[in-house]
């Protein structure tokens, strides 16, 4: 079983920058992807970031590339996301995911809002 919590969600003025983390437990997640996706009020759960074993490629949403950054700390077992020059339409809850075989785990979510 894998768990997975995210912190570092909050209030932010646009243009201002948030980092994410997301913490693991109950497997290393060294072998595996990892990523974030988020879900806007009235919308669909949609992809941000996403990066691969040893953190070798990495992957972007369109909406955010150039401005967030995906990290992960494998000794930590944690994944991050650095988020600048953020906008309002940033809003939304961030969720952490990783896929092992067959099977994706979540995190419960942490909300980021930008206010403009």
């Known amino acids: 079983q894998v768990h997975l919590v995210e912190s570092g969600g909050g209030l932010v003025l646009a243009g201002g920058s948030l980092r994410l983390s997301c913490a693991a437990s109950?497997?290393?997640?060294?072998?595996?992807?990892m990523g974030w996706f988020r879900q806007a009020p009235g919308k669909e759960r949609e992809f941000v970031a996403g990066i691969s074993v040893n953190g070798g490629n990495t992957d972007y949403a369109d909406s955010v590339k150039g401005r967030f950054t995906i990290s992960r700390d494998d000794a930590k077992n944690t994944v991050y996301l650095e988020m600048n020059s953020l906008k309002p339409e940033d809003t939304a809850v961030y969720y952490c995911y990783t896929r092992v075989p067959n099977f994706t785990y979540w995190g419960p979510g942490t909300q980021v809002t930008v206010s403009s």
């Open positions: 109950g497997r290393n997640l060294r072998n595996y992807a």
